[in-house]
């Protein structure tokens, strides 16, 4: 078994968006860091990009450095007007499961939403230590299969 899997996670967070987002990125970061933690494991790095839509990019860098074990995004879409949301949510999505087939180490999905509201989002802090747990069962399980 592996001890010491060395996880990237990535935050997306909205800093136009003000004091919610920054409060709720910070406990679901809390969340993800005590998850890996009660799994033996280390996130080494956090990058904080400006949002989701802007993830894809930094992921695929990330995922180059061999260090890494697996990767996880955190994040928050939240309800909005129109359909944007939910198509950035889809186009992000399907990105993240390419690039965990191209480099072929796990990506953890911690994204609230998308559409999801302000209370919602408040009940769902623990999407990031689910995703973490997730992505370092996943590449325990790579690297004794």
């Given at each position: 078994m592996i001890l010491n899997n060395n996880i990237f996670l990535l935050l997306?967070?909205?800093?136009?968006?003000?004091?919610?987002?920054?409060q709720l990125m910070n406990r679901m970061?809390?969340?993800?860091?005590?998850?890996?933690?009660?799994?033996?494991?280390?996130?080494?790095?956090?990058?904080?990009?400006?949002g989701t839509y802007e993830a894809p990019l930094i992921l695929e860098n990330m995922l180059m450095d061999d260090s890494l074990d697996a990767a996880c995004v955190l994040g928050?879409?939240?309800?909005?007007?129109?359909?944007?949301?939910?198509?950035?949510?889809?186009t992000c999505s399907l990105i993240f499961k390419q690039l965990e087939l191209e480099y072929r180490k796990p990506v953890g999905m911690g994204i609230i939403?998308?559409?999801?509201?302000?209370?919602?989002?408040?009940?769902?802090?623990?999407?990031?230590?689910?995703?973490?747990?997730?992505?370092?069962?996943?590449?325990r399980t790579m690297k004794s299969a």
């Amino acid at each position: 078994m592996i001890l010491n899997n060395n996880i990237f996670l990535l935050l997306s967070t909205l800093t136009l968006k003000g004091e919610f987002h920054d409060q709720l990125m910070n406990r679901m970061l809390e969340d993800a860091r005590l998850s890996a933690l009660a799994m033996n494991a280390e996130i080494t790095k956090v990058v904080f990009v400006p949002g989701t839509y802007e993830a894809p990019l930094i992921l695929e860098n990330m995922l180059m450095d061999d260090s890494l074990d697996a990767a996880c995004v955190l994040g928050y879409i939240e309800k909005g007007s129109t359909l944007h949301g939910e198509e950035m949510g889809n186009t992000c999505s399907l990105i993240f499961k390419q690039l965990e087939l191209e480099y072929r180490k796990p990506v953890g999905m911690g994204i609230i939403g998308p559409g999801a509201t302000a209370e919602q989002a408040e009940t769902r802090v623990a999407y990031a230590g689910n995703a973490v747990r997730a992505a370092i069962r996943m590449a325990r399980t790579m690297k004794s299969a």
